[in-house]
């Protein structure tokens, strides 16, 4: 029987065809998907027929394992609950996205073992698993609604070129898919870029949509210190950490992201663009440091979920983050390790800047003993 094809590009109803696929995969049916990378063959990994004709059907050979797609990046310390700070940074940071990530997967408690014997052998053969959350919101959608993960396979024979329009998927598979979802070329037209990460470093396995150049920026530590209009606190206390922490990694504050290090400053009711306060500016070059080129900017949900520690100046400036962002709750401390709040020098002469960076300081050197720092070479 021919392959079934949807377009979801002229369909009246996206939700119809999403519940087409589900139930199609919650049946056993093998679906070729979009994704933001190229088309995948999935199917639930649940079901072990499935899995194990989505294998016959790619010509698989047995040490290349199935990916697993998944709902989240929360989702995935369900999976590989040892997933330390720099996969977990990378997960929160690519995806959903053109990445996939493997981890290992040793940990008795992970969900793996609750998938069929042979889905796990095609997935996790050598206790190392491939996760990834798809950029393409049909799939994001159809994880969202099945009862379990996918088994994902790029949509095309062994040794032939990867299916970018439905299409080719069609010419490959004929008649051996219960639906394919056309949704025209794929964004990027080419594979994910797949990423092992072990303990603090990562290699890529395969070189794809993401480059090693902006992989190395996405693995760096981000930490981020939040006021109310980022013309002061925060911005002092940017400055006193990367001075601290170029002491502690034995380099130039300018050579810090060369390190794999980042710090920035925001604030929950600042504005974009202007400068650090007059006295803020004054008190830090006393100690031989600058901010005459400080601009301000507000806290944003992209610099919330892409810092690994936020540390707030008061209570008020944690609970409004955590309240409009609960998920970044684990992550978002007061700076004060004793809890209390650091006062607004706002208004004040410079001595009481200076008596702000002072207690800043004091608290730096407390927090930043928290923070696992990037291995150096």
Partial sequence: MPSAVIDLRNTDDWRDVVHRAVQALAEGGLVALPTETVYGLAASALNEDAVLRLIALKDRAESKPLTLAIKSADEARDYAPDMGPLARRLARRCWPGPVTLVVDDSHPDSLVRQLPLRVREAISPEQTIGLRVPGHQMVIDVLRMLAGPLALSSANRRGAPEAVTAKEVVASFPDELALVVDDGPCRFGQPSSVVQVSGKRYNILREGVVPEMALRRLSSLMVLFVCTGNTCRSPMAAALCREMLAGRMKCSIDELEDRGVLVASAGVSAMLGGGAGVEAVRCMAEVGLDLGDHETQPLTEPLARHADAIYTMTRYH???????????????????????????????????????????????KMRLTELELPEQD
């Fill in 318 to 364: 944690r609970e409004a983050i955590v309240a409009q962002w609960p998920s970044i709750a684990e992550r978002t401390q007061l700076l004060a390790i004793d809890g209390y709040d650091i006062a607004d020098p706002i208004g004040g002469t410079v001595e009481r800047y200076r008596q702000c960076a002072e207690k800043i300081k004091e608290e730096l």
